[in-house]
T-cell receptor, first 112, second 110 residues
Framework: SQTIHQWPATLVQPVGSPLSLECTVE??????LYWYRQAAGRGLQLLFY??????ISSEVPQNLSASRPQDRQFILSSKKLLLSDSGFYLC???????????FGQGTRLTVV | QKEVEQNSGPLSVPEGAIASLNCTYS??????FFWYRQYSGKSPELIMF????GDKEDGRFTAQLNKASQYVSLLIRDSQPSDSATYLC??????????FGKGTKLSVKP
């Protein structure tokens, strides 16, 4: 069976510090991978998606970047965090496009 | 801008009643639709998906799709307090990604 791991579960970072969130998927190959952010009282905002190694598409201009160094690894990064980067970050995978997405446990990021 | 709209609620129903959650979508090209349940502080978990017009039943849950009206609904029969959560509707977008609504908060009162 497929599983998705995302860590850490919670993170408190000062403004201006770097960020690295990692997500890995097990039990499948060539998954479509996604990073979403969910701010308080708002819906799920798609940040990045990847259909293959080294292929990253960005949905919104922002202070964040993503990379996919391996088939089942997806990394979300920032060089300098802003207060507005606070939120609940979710990694997800889909077997193929327009099918169901499965989410990791999420990372609650608080920038102080 | 492709959108999925949901009433934010809260929707309050008594235990044992039917909860009805609704969703509309703007992209006529969407072919796949999903309902997720999200407990407070947790990640969304898939409840059901539906691709064809009509009803799809799974246990206490029934998803309904009407592509002509661009309308998706989720019925929860015999609602339990453990069903209290935020329910997210999602539609498959033209680029293959899922577009999520902001969710409807459901409260089931004992």
């Amino acid at each position: 069976s497929q599983t998705i791991h995302q860590w850490p579960a919670t993170l408190v970072q000062p403004v201006g510090s770097p960020l690295s969130l990692e997500c890995t998927v097990e039990g499948t190959s060539n998954p479509n991978l996604y990073w979403y952010r969910q701010a308080a009282g708002r819906g799920l905002q798609l940040l990045f998606y990847s259909v293959g190694i080294g292929q990253i598409s960005s949905e919104v201009p922002q202070n964040l970047s993503a990379s996919r160094p391996q088939d089942r690894q997806f990394i979300l990064s920032s060089k300098k965090l802003l207060l507005s980067d606070s939120g609940f970050y979710l990694c997800a995978w889909m077997r193929t496009l327009n099918t169901e997405a499965f989410f990791g446990q999420g990372t609650r990021l608080t920038v102080v | 801008q492709k959108e999925v709209e949901q009433n934010s609620g809260p929707l309050s129903v008594p235990e044992g009643a039917i909860a009805s959650l609704n969703c509309t979508y703007s992209d006529r090209g969407s072919q796949s639709f999903f309902w997720y349940r999200q407990y407070s502080g947790k990640s969304p978990e898939l409840i059901m998906f539906i691709y064809s017009n009509g009803d799809k039943e799974d246990g206490r849950f029934t998803a309904q799709l009407n592509k002509a009206s661009q309308y998706v609904s989720l019925l929860i029969r015999d609602s339990q307090p453990s069903d209290s959560a935020t329910y997210l509707c999602a539609a498959g977008g033209s680029q293959g990604n899922l577009i999520f609504g902001k969710g409807t908060k459901l409260s089931v009162k004992p």
